[in-house]
């Protein structure tokens, strides 16, 4: 905290100067009042004594009182007048200046008497028209009155004027609300200010400044029910604020206010006070708060309504879209599911076939005496038995990858999930890329194999078809404070929107190669155990995938 950070506690404008007429403080008072201060001495061209002072050494302190103050080795006040312009015009403004010497530096303070300056004048000239009044009875009297009605005019427009500019500035009902009590809460010097919804013939309150009643339920008697149903508002003297009230122990004002939209009651503002209120002069003004209020109330709630139905709608278009995903992956798995099953089946039929005289042709081998001929045909048999065995190698893991009968959690060796993936895209990998296995020791991890299965196949082969030509996949599996960590990294081209490769419909592969699919559906399938995955990427230096899925 700086030395003079002190005076920004002051209500009055204070600069300090150093021995070398250098501004080293301005409070936030005086850079407010004196925006366009630049230094002492341009300041000080602006700034006349009001009266000027008999004597002086410094002609140019006649005229300066900020030269005189810094010049003068002892403290000295005096009335001042700022050379001020608004909007082009001269407008004087006037301030006690006092001065206050320390060490090697000037405090000078600035109070602002411009407004009782201001008073002053209208004293003098209401002095001047009172003078005047004695000789003119009736002049006077149609002046008294046409102050009494500017005064009320004035608070009527100051009101109305409060109350819009809060009504622009909030879209709360609340906000609003409360904010119009205050207001006239205020105006009426009231002890008790609440606003309370209609109900049928009864009112509850919604909003109180004394933040007590809220949502009790109120009845009016018949006299002001009668108003209330007119669209007037009530002033009456009693005991009680409504029905249901504890009666006060003296008389107060009660002034029941009706809020209408398009002659629907919406509810009633209740002032209680003890000043003596009479209407005549505020009803037009409380007519219009009313008008404003109901209008600001009903266009609150529209908004309200508004907003949650666009929330609805966009949580309804996120689950459509998490349902369209999960359709499409049902769809895609079960075509998948009926596919395998007919390869499977057909590939079967002849396989038992080629297996079956294998066999024969196995047996018959050792009944040829031809010892060339019989090394030839055992070398043939043994390629076709090492064939029939891959086939039947490829069958069973495709069967296992579509697990279509296995849609309850269960416990995996994701280990030996991901072998079964590899064997499936084998085709992709083949003679180009290098698969790099970091197993780690996992234990049985509970989970929807075949799901994450079609995960551990989009990632792979997209990123075997990043890699142009030859490179590398890298697969670690660790498991690590109860959570399962798969990692799969390639050397391909790397992907230019990693913030977008989710987003459904999104693809790098072109139009026509890729769907857009498979990472939005693998995003889901994670999320459906409870985990995350996330993307490594580098143009030209490759993609990791991080799969994280927590596991007991």
Same mark, same amino acid.
């Given at each position: 905290?700086?030395?003079?950070?002190?005076?920004?506690?002051?209500?009055?404008?204070?600069?300090?100067?150093?021995?070398?007429?250098?501004?080293?403080?301005?409070?936030?008072?005086f850079?407010?009042?004196?925006?366009?201060y630049k230094?002492?001495?341009?300041?000080?061209?602006?700034?006349?004594?009001?009266?000027?002072?008999?004597?002086?050494?410094?002609?140019?302190? =006649?005229?300066?009182?900020?030269?005189?103050?810094?010049?003068?080795?002892?403290?000295?006040?005096?009335? =001042?007048m700022?050379q001020?312009?608004?909007?082009?015009?001269?407008?004087?403004?006037?301030?006690?200046?006092?001065?206050?010497?320390?060490?090697?530096?000037?405090?000078?303070?600035?109070?602002?008497?411009?407004?009782?300056?201001?008073?002053d004048?209208?004293?003098?000239?209401?002095?001047?028209?009172?003078?005047?009044?004695?000789?003119?009875?009736?002049?006077?009297k149609?002046?008294?009155?046409?102050?009494?009605?500017?005064?009320?005019?004035?608070?009527?427009?100051?009101?109305?004027?409060?109350i819009?500019?809060?009504?622009?500035?909030?879209?709360?009902?609340?906000?609003?609300?409360?904010?119009? #009590?205050?207001?006239?809460?205020?105006?009426?010097?009231?002890?008790?200010?609440?606003?309370a919804?209609?109900?049928?013939?009864?009112?509850?309150?919604?909003e109180?400044?004394?933040?007590?009643?809220?949502?009790?339920?109120?009845?009016?008697?018949?006299?002001?029910?009668?108003y209330?149903?007119?669209?007037?508002?009530?002033?009456?003297t009693?005991?009680?604020?409504?029905?249901?009230?504890?009666?006060?122990?003296?008389?107060?004002?009660?002034? %029941?206010?009706?809020?209408?939209h398009?002659?629907?009651?919406?509810?009633?503002i209740?002032l209680?006070?003890?000043?003596?209120?009479?209407?005549?002069?505020?009803?037009?003004?409380?007519?219009?708060?009313?008008?404003?209020l109901?209008?600001?109330?009903?266009?609150?709630? #529209?908004?309200?309504?508004?907003?949650?139905? %666009?929330?609805?709608?966009?949580?309804?278009?996120?689950?459509?879209?998490?349902?369209?995903?999960?359709?499409?992956?049902?769809?895609?798995m079960?075509?998948?599911?009926?596919?395998?099953?007919?390869?499977?089946?057909?590939?079967?039929?002849?396989?038992?076939?080629?297996?079956?005289?294998?066999?024969?042709?196995?047996?018959?081998?050792?009944?040829?005496?031809?010892?060339?001929?019989?090394?030839?045909?055992?070398?043939?048999?043994?390629?076709?038995?090492?064939?029939?065995?891959?086939?039947?190698?490829? =069958?069973?893991?495709?069967?296992?990858?579509?697990?279509?009968d296995e849609?309850?959690?269960?416990?995996?060796?994701?280990?030996?999930?991901?072998?079964?993936?590899?064997d499936?895209?084998?085709?992709?990998?083949?003679?180009?890329?290098?698969?790099v296995?970091?197993?780690?020791? #996992?234990?049985p991890v509970?989970?929807y194999p075949?799901?994450?299965?079609?995960?551990?196949?989009?990632i792979?082969?997209?990123?075997?078809?990043?890699?142009?030509?030859?490179?590398?996949?890298?697969?670690?599996?660790?498991?690590?404070?109860?959570?399962?960590?798969?990692?799969?990294?390639?050397?391909?081209?790397?992907i230019?929107?990693?913030?977008?490769?989710?987003?459904?419909?999104?693809?790098?592969?072109?139009?026509?190669?890729?769907?857009?699919?498979?990472?939005?559906?693998?995003?889901?399938?994670?999320?459906?155990?409870?985990?995350?995955?996330?993307?490594?990427?580098?143009?030209?230096?490759?993609?990791?995938?991080?799969?994280?899925?927590?596991?007991e």
């Amino acid at each position: 905290m700086g030395k003079f950070d002190l005076f920004n506690k002051f209500n009055s404008a204070v600069v300090v100067i150093n021995e070398n007429r250098e501004t080293v403080f301005m409070n936030n008072v005086f850079k407010r009042i004196f925006k366009d201060y630049k230094d002492i001495r341009k300041f000080s061209h602006k700034l006349n004594y009001e009266v000027y002072p008999l004597e002086s050494s410094n002609i140019m302190t =006649v005229h300066s009182p900020i030269l005189q103050a810094l010049n003068s080795k002892e403290d000295i006040s005096a009335h =001042v007048m700022y050379q001020a312009y608004v909007n082009n015009e001269f407008s004087p403004m006037y301030f006690d200046m006092n001065t206050t010497k320390r060490g090697k530096y000037t405090v000078v303070i600035f109070t602002d008497v411009t407004a009782q300056i201001n008073v002053d004048e209208l004293k003098k000239q209401n002095l001047k028209y009172k003078t005047q009044v004695n000789f003119l009875e009736e002049d006077n009297k149609a002046m008294s009155k046409v102050k009494l009605q500017a005064q009320s005019q004035a608070v009527k427009l100051l009101l109305l004027n409060n109350i819009s500019n809060i009504i622009r500035g909030s879209i709360n009902t609340s906000v609003i609300l409360k904010s119009a #009590l205050q207001e006239l809460s205020e105006m009426f010097g009231s002890f008790r200010a609440y606003y309370a919804e209609s109900e049928g013939l009864s009112f509850r309150v919604k909003e109180s400044l004394s933040k007590k009643g809220i949502n009790t339920l109120i009845t009016f008697d018949k006299t002001v029910n009668d108003y209330i149903k007119k669209g007037k508002v009530s002033c009456i003297t009693c005991r009680k604020e409504y029905n249901e009230a504890e009666p006060f122990k003296e008389n107060v004002q009660r002034i %029941v206010m009706p809020i209408y939209h398009l002659k629907k009651l919406i509810g009633v503002i209740v002032l209680s006070t003890k000043q003596k209120t009479k209407l005549d002069d505020t009803l037009e003004v409380l007519e219009g708060v009313s008008s404003q209020l109901g209008n600001a109330i009903i266009q609150s709630e #529209l908004y309200k309504k508004n907003e949650q139905m %666009v929330q609805d709608l966009t949580k309804a278009l996120k689950e459509l879209k998490e349902t369209q995903l999960q359709l499409i992956n049902s769809a895609k798995m079960a075509s998948l599911g009926q596919l395998v099953a007919g390869v499977a089946h057909e590939i079967n039929t002849p396989l038992a076939s080629i297996k079956s005289n294998n066999e024969i042709t196995k047996k018959l081998i050792k009944q040829v005496e031809d010892k060339e001929i019989k090394e030839l045909l055992e070398e043939t048999n043994n390629i076709d038995s090492m064939a029939i065995d891959k086939i039947n190698r490829l =069958v069973v893991s495709l069967r296992k990858f579509v697990r279509l009968d296995e849609a309850e959690l269960q416990e995996a060796d994701i280990n030996k999930e991901i072998d079964l993936t590899l064997d499936l895209i084998r085709h992709e990998t083949k003679n180009r890329i290098e698969i790099v296995k970091k197993y780690g020791k #996992l234990p049985p991890v509970k989970c929807y194999p075949n799901m994450l299965n079609q995960v551990f196949m989009n990632i792979l082969v997209n990123a075997s078809h990043a890699i142009e030509g030859e490179g590398t996949i890298t697969i670690d599996t660790s498991y690590k404070k109860k959570c399962l960590v798969v990692k799969i990294k390639d050397t391909g081209c790397g992907i230019k929107e990693p913030d977008k490769i989710f987003d459904v419909g999104y693809t790098t592969k072109g139009a026509g190669v890729g769907t857009g699919w498979g990472l939005a559906i693998s995003q889901k399938i994670i999320e459906k155990h409870k985990g995350k995955i996330d993307v490594k990427t580098k143009i030209n230096k490759g993609s990791e995938f991080i799969i994280t899925i927590p596991s007991e």
